[in-house]
C-alpha cells in the first residue's frame, strides 16, 4: 500500500494544480490509480501469468532500488548537505534529534560525505 499511496501523493500534488478545481479530483484520481494497478494485477491471474511475474521479479527491482538508495545518499550528503538535512528534520519536527542519530546518518553515508 506504501508504493500506491506515494503515486497518489506525488502525481495526485502534481495534477491538484492543474484539475483541481473539479470537486471530487482526489478521488476521482486514486480510483483511476487503484483500477489501472488491478487491471496490472488481473494479467498475472492469466495463463501467461507465471511469465509475467518472472519478468516482474527479476527486472523490476533489485540493482535499480539499490541505485536509486546510493543516488538519494549522495544527492543528501554532498549536494544538499547533511547539516541542511538535520536542520529540515529539526523543523519539521519541532524538536531537535538526538546527536547519536545524526551520528549514525553521518557515519552510514561516509563514503559519500563531504568532510
Given at each position: 500500500?506504501?508504493?500506491?499511496?506515494?503515486?497518489?501523493?506525488?502525481?495526485?500534488?502534481y495534477l491538484e494544480k492543474r484539475l483541481?478545481?473539479?470537486r471530487f479530483f482526489r478521488q476521482a484520481?486514486?480510483?483511476?490509480?487503484?483500477?489501472?494497478?488491478?487491471?496490472?494485477?488481473?494479467?498475472?491471474?492469466?495463463?501467461?501469468?507465471?511469465?509475467?511475474?518472472?519478468?516482474?521479479?527479476?527486472?523490476?527491482?533489485?540493482?535499480?532500488?539499490?541505485?536509486?538508495?546510493?543516488?538519494?545518499?549522495?544527492?543528501?550528503?554532498?549536494?544538499?548537505?547533511?547539516?541542511?538535512?538535520?536542520?529540515?528534520?529539526?523543523?519539521?519536527?519541532?524538536?531537535?534529534?538526538?546527536e547519536s542519530i545524526g551520528d549514525c546518518?553521518?557515519?552510514?553515508?561516509?563514503?559519500?560525505?563531504?568532510?
Open positions: 500500500m506504501g508504493g500506491i499511496e506515494s503515486v497518489l501523493t506525488g502525481f495526485g500534488d483541481g478545481k473539479y484520481f486514486s480510483a483511476v490509480v487503484v483500477y489501472a494497478a488491478f487491471l496490472v494485477s488481473i494479467l498475472l491471474c492469466t495463463p501467461g501469468g507465471m511469465y509475467l511475474w518472472n519478468l516482474f521479479n527479476n527486472f523490476s527491482a533489485g540493482l535499480s532500488i539499490i541505485f536509486v538508495a546510493f543516488t538519494q545518499a549522495f544527492v543528501v550528503s554532498w549536494i544538499y548537505g547533511l547539516d541542511q538535512f538535520c536542520q529540515d528534520v529539526k523543523t519539521n519536527l519541532g524538536f531537535a534529534r538526538p546518518a553521518g557515519n552510514s553515508s561516509l563514503p559519500f560525505s563531504s568532510w
